[in-house]
């Protein structure tokens, strides 16, 4: 028998076909001859379900051609009612933040440039004066992310040295980084106390004083000093994407910043999240603000900027002046400093906690995770009246979530359109979703599609509408 794959075209033959040759205005050659290969090898792959005319020949060489020239990083709905959602890029930014990226990315800037001067500038100083200005911290940088923040303020703190840290608190952070591995690659080395469950503040005043004892050294072979150094630094960690219930104990921020002072030892605390401003009236309670630890007293305190703060990833640290400087002229911080446009972004969403009832109106998190459900039971509702009656849609209660390891365990009443069209499965109509234009991702449960309008901002509700009538055309 003949193999099926000899009559199959050849690539300069497909290419010289006219409805194929169409496709390559406005594309470059070597992507049209991609795109071909690609639909031989398919067909080759599968030689019984090859185009069988010129025409499918070019109707596949297009999907082809739109898959490899379509952006892989684009544009999502985030119908899950997951509002930080990491992997569909945690934190909308605010529509200021949008136009102050445009405006730094549209020509020059004066990011290390002092116009006043004539001089270079100081890239640090365009969001150092809004973050003391809004935490009351002494002094404030920023660099790419809170794993880096944390990362440089233990290697300016402790390199070399032992740093205190409770079990209880050797947390994984996501991605599979956990902090043990972020302090290992500082140079400084974990000195661990407590328990996991329970870690007082006399396992902290036990570690300083049998260190420093160990490093005076009379208890070595022949009186010599041993070469371990006392600790250099106490690491506090926000437990932000788990609780602990139960028969359990620590101590407080405001414990070990005396104890660091009195035993003249950094504190550092990874909060975590960055929350900005009081969300318990909202029933949003146990996250830490950012304001209150940055007066605390500690030596450092990092956060995430794309987290509850609401902007870009970006890593937030304050502290006190001297440290932050230290800090700054770290060689380390220029291998983890934000460029402009995580700046411009930042500092922009920043400037909106100015004032708090324009913050929580304007910053997309704030407004998601605070929106009534009255007002989403009606969204949810005006949105399955839009939809095609193939989609059986209804309006039906949810509970969405905050995400991006913050408040863990609590649940947002919420609502969503339910979807349970004849003669196509949950799973099938989750997936045409994904695949359309602009990717819809939602909640399969229960044998339904799921879209929670929660995270559903009201100027997307057109383009759900769209990807539905579509997926069920």
Request: net charge positive.
């Amino acid at each position: 028998m003949t193999d099926p794959r000899r009559r199959l075209p050849s690539v300069d033959h497909l290419l010289k076909e006219s409805a194929v040759a169409a496709l390559a205005a406005g594309v470059p050659r070597s992507a049209l001859v991609r795109a071909v290969r690609h639909a031989l090898g398919d067909a080759r792959a599968a030689p019984e379900q090859a185009p069988a005319d010129a025409a499918a020949w070019a109707a596949a060489v297009l999907r082809a051609l739109e898959s490899a020239t379509r952006p892989t990083l684009r544009r999502a709905v985030n119908a899950t009612g997951v509002v930080l959602h990491t992997n569909l890029g945690r934190a909308p930014l605010s529509e200021a933040a949008l136009a102050a990226v445009r405006e730094a990315a549209r020509g020059y800037s004066t990011l290390e440039y002092d116009a006043e001067r004539g001089r270079r500038g100081d890239r640090h100083v365009h969001c150092a004066g809004l973050l003391t200005e809004l935490t009351g911290a002494p002094a404030a940088m920023m660099v790419n992310n809170a794993a880096s923040a944390l990362l440089l303020a233990l290697a300016t703190a402790a390199a070399g040295g032992d740093v205190i840290v409770s079990r209880g608190e050797l947390i994984e952070i996501g991605g599979g980084f956990r902090i043990p591995e972020i302090l290992e690659k500082s140079g400084a080395r974990l000195l661990e106390v407590g328990t996991t469950n329970r870690t007082k503040l006399a396992d902290y005043e036990r570690a300083l004083k049998a260190a420093g004892t160990e490093a005076r050294g009379h208890g070595g072979t022949g009186g010599r000093p041993r070469e371990r150094r006392p600790p250099v630094a106490i690491l506090k960690v926000h437990r932000s994407n788990f609780r602990q219930e139960g028969f359990v104990a620590e101590a407080s921020l405001e414990e070990l910043v005396a104890l660091g002072r009195k035993r003249r030892v950094t504190v550092i605390y990874d909060l975590g999240g960055g929350l900005m401003v009081d969300l318990s009236a909202d029933g949003l309670d146990g996250e830490p603000l950012l304001p209150r630890a940055a007066k605390s007293g500690a030596t450092a305190v990092v956060a995430s900027g794309d987290k509850l703060l609401g902007g870009p990833q970006a890593g937030i640290l304050l502290g006190t002046a001297a440290f932050v400087e230290r800090c700054r002229t770290n060689p380390l911080a220029r291998a983890i400093r934000a460029d402009k446009l995580t700046i411009a972004a930042l500092s922009a969403t920043l400037a909106l906690y100015r004032d708090t009832a324009m913050a929580r109106r304007e910053v997309p998190v704030l407004r998601m995770l605070t929106e009534p459900r009255s007002v989403l039971v009606a969204r949810a509702e005006r949105l399955a009246a839009t939809l095609p009656p193939a989609a059986h849609a209804v309006m039906t209660a949810t509970r969405a979530a905050v995400g991006g390891g913050a408040f863990p365990g609590l649940e947002l009443a919420s609502a969503g359109v339910a979807l349970a069209p004849e003669g196509l499965s949950a799973a099938g109509l989750a997936e045409r979703l994904r695949l359309a234009a602009t990717p819809v991702v939602a909640l399969v449960t229960g044998g339904r599609v799921v879209l929670d309008v929660r995270t559903i901002a009201p100027e997307e509700e057109r383009t759900v509408a769209d990807a539905v009538a579509a997926a069920l055309g």
